[in-house]
């Protein structure tokens, strides 16, 4: 019969989360009755762990732990595979790191240099510049139909009501058009 989950952390030097931790993830098979072989989960243990940690002699408590004790693994026994943890490696997010710091030292410094321009303000801008556009084109007809009028011996309102149709005809085309701001 072998020890606890419990037990067994105490005889590791680590609590009984990091030994649950191993069973569920594989690096040690507890027995069929749940219990652990220490002899057996310290070989499994040492196989399948990719650095081994050791126990912490500030965290050990006051009641004396015997360490694991050492064996050597004979050449015929396969070696257990290493398992990955799948997820990033610390260089990686490093790397990942320094290429967002780049980017953003690089934002900072087009800004500072003026080449850059606040997104909502030059909407803004564009808004107010097509408005007076407009502004300016539906006024036209009412200022330019009694000059053309004149010029061309035709009723000044019948002019102006057509140019004005054929501004508004044009405005309303220029209305579907849509700009994109990316």
């Known amino acids: 019969m072998g020890l606890s989950i419990r037990a ?8 009984h ?34 650095s081994a940690r050791k126990p912490n002699p500030a965290k050990a ?6 360490p694991p004790r050492a064996r050597t693994i004979e050449p015929s026994e396969p070696a257990a595979p290493v398992l990955s943890t799948g997820g990033t490696s610390l260089l990686q997010a490093r790397t990942v ?6 980017q953003t030292n690089k934002v ?40 053309m009028a004149a010029k061309l011996e035709i009723d000044t309102h019948e002019l102006h009501v057509a140019l004005e149709s054929a501004v508004r005809d044009h405005l309303i085309e220029l209305g579907e058009l849509r700009a994109r701001v990316d």
């Open 8 to 15: 067994y952390a105490r005889h590791r030097g680590v609590s």
């Open 17 to 50: 989360v990091a030994v649950k931790k191993a069973i569920d993830s594989g690096r040690i098979t507890p027995e069929p009755d749940g219990t652990i072989e220490p002899n057996r989960a310290d070989l499994e243990w040492a196989q399948n762990t990719v």
């Open 61 to 66: 408590s006051s009641s004396v732990v015997e």
């Open 97 to 102: 790191n320094e290429v967002v710091k780049a």
């Open 108 to 147: 900072r410094l087009a800004q500072l240099k003026g080449d850059l321009v606040d997104r909502a303000q030059a909407i803004a801008h564009v808004f107010r510049l097509a408005r007076t556009e407009r502004d300016a084109w539906l006024n036209w007809p009412a200022r330019i139909s009694a000059q």
